[in-house]
């Protein structure tokens, strides 16, 4: 089936696929987000039992899927993950160790004789939940403003700044920081906005659902302010286009736009993520008593939609998806960081399990969620957070 | 040896090291005690017996406790291979990046979507689906291993594939081959019988604590019994797969053979050293020097285990290094020059791609399409960057000792499962103190059995990432030396902190039992 197509095909096939491991993965950080709230939301230790518990039974979806991700973009474009893993080394350390700490800070956090203390797990989820977000935010905008390294014609990466892949969310000198870090604090709001609508969904308990209502708002007005502010710029910057001739990378104005604008699905599907997103936080806000259970629905498959077709103008349409700015011809795309034929079509019959596994995903969740949590379940379950 | 930092490469390596021998430190359990737990809350099922629960949860607690830092010293592993190995992941990504992909959309997946219903879903599912799900989370995380195991089975022997001169790195031809490549099936089933075994002595460990406070009687005695049995059949088929492994890896990785047993002069009727002490090794100049001193050796076994023949030949580590005419041996002085050849010649074909001068490229790419030249030149590609022919042995005394260890270990588990399944059926177990005291400090013999067998097969197969075809030196990542150092203690301090915190943890829960619920 898959040995028939095109080897550029394959290619696309599995850029869509990390694309959309990807988008899952921005919808699944509400975890994160829901991490940064335990404070804010909740106000007595029962309450913050009740969101620690709520997010506790999610948290290794987020973990999964990151890993997925890893192992996806590994097996299917071996140079991205070379190239980003190896060069930008302390911005994916710093995610890794967040990552670290989350994994065991459920368990743990109530457990007796836990030497590190409650506070410090709770510490950690935050840590995790605020690292997570604005890095793998500000990591995604440089699929648009780019980084500064070279490869050498053995595929070996040399990454300019001695700070490692830092420098993009630090050094203000450039403008594209700016717009980096405003993908990464749009994340981070993001995941409040949509942590705030899980809890609507599945927390029985007054208080919270007032705070989470209240919360949701005070998000959603910096979310759309700093993805605005993003999208504005990357409409009008200069993009990183390729020649499908010759496979030069140049600089193409408003090459982002074009991209929308050449590719109508995208287009629509991306506009129709963000009316989602919208939706799904204005109902669940002005319509609170009948709609604020399916806002993390309705906002969440909008938050995939949207970090899909992001991730598509990103990659797609003769465009590189990792460009360098300081080597234009080092810079990654689809075609030049490809594994080879043989491997892609094998990858493509393992992706047919995907639908099987987002089945049992979705059957597993209901069974878990079919009551909403209440205080009376923290007291009863004998295996709680 | 070509320039490289070898400080970053040491560090590299260290932090690797650590890494993975902290993330094992867990996962044997969690392979093995999850099928424990599926057996168990199989008979609650059978039996609707609510002693069988109360077993159950409490296990299952443990194990909760035990994998969430499993996964926390997991996902490094995973971008390790990117951060600080980026020249081997972008050489092998083609192929060894396709497990690690399998192994998160297949099994990773199914393990934390079923270990959620496992432990929240006791009131909230039927007791069919929860033993449903116990089961689904036992073979997940088994199925991780195997993806595991074959992505490292294939850099210990490499198949299924073929280089590609035009991108310059090995690609995928057979996925089949990858799959079923001998030493990922002997490496996958010799791991994950080896955790069920100390799974099976963790239980064992617990219990006869339980037994030694006179509390608990009949969840201690249950427990035992299950895992006893289990421990004692996947001990037995641990020898088997170890066997096998140990045929397979003569072939392979004849150093990392000749290593395991300290055997530098090979010969035919070679013994097997069931128990040394090293010596200082022979040297070129001194090559008779005695190298043990002290030794107990079955005859003829060695060549048995490798060819199943005693009277074979078994090459030595000199017969690999020097040659060995008469046994066909080619020296690795001769494998050097014949990868320079090979490396030469792609050099020549890349400067021919970019002089745009069709007849040669035409006339070296036709090297790489004749099997005769891949298997007489580049099959010895990664030795080109080595100078010194000694260079290529792996350190032979942590390489022997580490065997060692790990053999006599395993017999040694083998017979105390059957001491305990003996004092079971009789009925006296309880009041075999001595017995209970040992099953108890067996414990951390289980951990170091376990952790001995990845320094076999990782200390001796160096200094190779892919046998023959990569070594460790050329693939790391172009970081600064000082990066790594701080990373590699900043994983020291928390890994270490967390395992301080999984140890109290657990040791709480033990001390307060199985009635209270495990909280």
């Known amino acids: 089936m898959f040995e028939t197509l095109d080897y550029s095909i394959l290619q696309h096939y599995w850029y869509a696929i990390n694309a959309l491991l990807g988008a899952l993965l921005v919808f699944l950080l509400f975890v994160q987000g829901g991490q940064t709230l335990i404070y804010t939301v909740a106000k007595s230790e029962l309450e913050k039992k009740m969101l ?29 993950y070379s190239t980003s893993f190896g060069g930008a080394y302390w911005v994916w350390m710093i995610i890794l160790f967040a990552f670290i700490v989350q994994a065991v800070s459920y368990q743990y956090r109530s457990k007796p004789n836990n030497f590190l203390g409650q506070k410090t797990y709770e510490l950690f989820l935050i840590f995790n939940g605020v690292i997570a977000t604005v890095f793998l935010g500000t990591a995604v905008a440089t699929f648009f403003t780019g980084s500064g390294f070279h490869i050498d014609d053995m595929n070996r990466t040399f990454w300019d700044s001695p700070f490692r892949g830092l420098e993009l969310a630090l050094d203000f000198t450039r403008y594209a920081t700016f717009i980096n870090l405003s993908l990464g604090l749009a994340v981070f709001f993001l995941s409040r906005v949509l942590a705030n609508l899980y809890f609507l969904n599945t927390i029985d308990h007054l208080e919270i659902n007032q705070r989470a209502h209240k919360s949701l708002f005070n998000n959603a007005i910096p979310f759309l ?18 020649n499908p001739d010759t496979k ?13 604008l050449q590719m109508p699905i995208v287009l629509i599907l991306f506009l129709l993520g963000v009316v989602m997103v919208l939706m799904g936080i204005l109902r669940a806000y002005f319509v609170p008593k009948k709609c604020s259970s399916k806002g993390i629905w309705i906002s969440g498959i909008g938050t995939v939609f949207t970090v899909f077709g992001l991730l598509l103008i990103a990659g797609y349409n003769n465009t590189a998806y990792y460009p360098s700015y300081s080597d234009l011809q080092s810079s990654i795309t689809i075609f030049n960081s490809s594994s080879s034929k043989y491997t892609l079509v094998a990858m493509s019959y393992v992706s047919l399990m995907v639908p099987f596994v987002l089945a049992y995903i979705v059957y597993a969740w209901r069974a878990v969620n079919n009551k909403k949590i209440d205080a009376a379940e923290m007291n009863e379950e004998s295996h709680t957070y | 040896m070509e320039n490289f930092d070898l400080t970053l490469i040491d560090w590299s390596r260290a932090q690797f090291a650590l890494t993975a021998l902290y993330h094992w430190l867990f996962v044997p359990l969690t392979l093995g005690i999850t099928f424990i737990l599926a057996i168990m809350e199989t008979i609650y099922y059978k039996t609707g017996d609510p002693e ?22 997991g996902i490094i592993l995973e971008f390790e291979f990117g951060t600080n190995w980026s020249n081997y992941s972008w050489f092998v990504g083609d192929i060894f990046g396709a497990p690690l992909a399998i192994e998160g959309i297949m099994a990773f997946f199914m393990e934390s979507t079923f270990i959620a219903i496992m432990f929240f879903g006791w009131n909230k599912v039927s007791k069919g689906f929860h033993l449903t799900a116990t089961w689904l989370t036992a073979i997940g995380s088994n199925l991780s291993a195997l993806w595991i ?17 035009d991108t310059a790195r090995n690609e995928m031809v057979d996925f089949f081959e990858v799959l079923f490549n001998p030493a990922a099936v002997n490496k996958f089933l010799h791991t994950i019988f080896s955790s069920y075994i100390l799974a099976a002595i963790f239980v064992v460990g617990i219990s006869a604590w339980f037994l030694l406070k006179k509390k608990e009687i009949l969840f201690a005695k249950r427990s035992i019994v299950v895992a006893a049995i289990f421990g004692l059949i996947f001990s037995v088929m641990t020898i088997f797969t170890g066997d096998e492994s140990a045929r397979e890896i003569s072939k392979s990785q004849p150093m990392k053979f000749a290593s395991m047993e300290g055997l530098y002069h090979g010969t035919t009727n070679a013994p097997l050293v069931a128990f040394g002490i090293l010596k200082d090794a022979p040297t070129i100049e001194n090559p008779e020097k005695k190298d043990f001193a002290f030794k107990v050796e079955i005859p003829g076994m060695l060549s048995y285990m490798a060819n199943l023949k005693f009277d074979s030949f078994v090459p030595g580590i000199y017969d690999l ?3 060995n005419v008469d046994q066909g041996i080619i020296s690795y002085s001769e494998k050097i020059n014949r990868g320079l050849v090979a490396r030469n010649t792609l050099s020549e074909y890349k400067l021919a791609l970019k002089g745009n001068d069709a007849v040669l490229i035409d006339s070296l790419r036709s090297n790489f399409e004749n099997k005769e030249w891949m298997e007489g030149y580049f099959n010895y590609f990664g030795y080109s960057y080595f100078s010194n022919p000694h260079d290529i042995i792996p350190n032979v005394p942590i390489t022997f000792y580490s065997f060692h260890i790990m053999v006599i270990l395993g017999g040694y588990f083998m017979a105390l499962f059957i001491i305990v399944l003996f004092f079971v059926m009789k009925d006296t177990l309880a009041g075999k103190r001595w017995l209970l005291w040992i099953a108890l400090w067996t414990m951390p013999l289980g951990y170091l059995a376990s952790e001995s067998g990845w320094i076999i097969a990782e200390m001796g197969r160096q200094p190779w990432v892919i046998q023959d075809l990569m070594p460790t030196m050329t693939a790391v990542s172009n970081i600064d030396s000082n990066s790594v150092i701080i990373t590699f203690w900043l994983f020291f301090a928390v890994f270490t902190a967390l395992l301080i915190a999984e140890i109290k943890i657990m040791l709480k829960q033990i001390k307060i039992g199985p009635n209270e619920g495990g909280h």
């Open chain 1, 225 to 242: 302010v700093f993805f605005l502010f993003f999208l504005v710029n990357i409409l009008l910057i200069d993009g990183f286009a390729v």
């Open chain 2, 321 to 323: 290094v020097h040659g």
């Open chain 2, 149 to 165: 195991l074959v992505a490292n089975g294939w850099m210990q022997n490499p198949v299924g594939m073929q280089f590609n001169p």
């Open chain 1, 52 to 80: 620690i518990n709520t997010l506790g039974r999610k948290w290794e979806f987020t973990f999964t899927t990151l890993v997925t991700f890893g192992g996806a973009f590994f097996a299917s474009f071996p140079l991205f």
């Open chain 1, 248 to 260: 030069e990378v140049f600089m193409e104005p408003n090459k982002y736009l074009h991209n929308l």
């Open chain 2, 52 to 73: 069988w629960k109360k077993i159950t949860k409490f296990w299952m607690t443990l194990f909760g406790i035990n994998f969430a830092i499993g996964v926390a010293t």
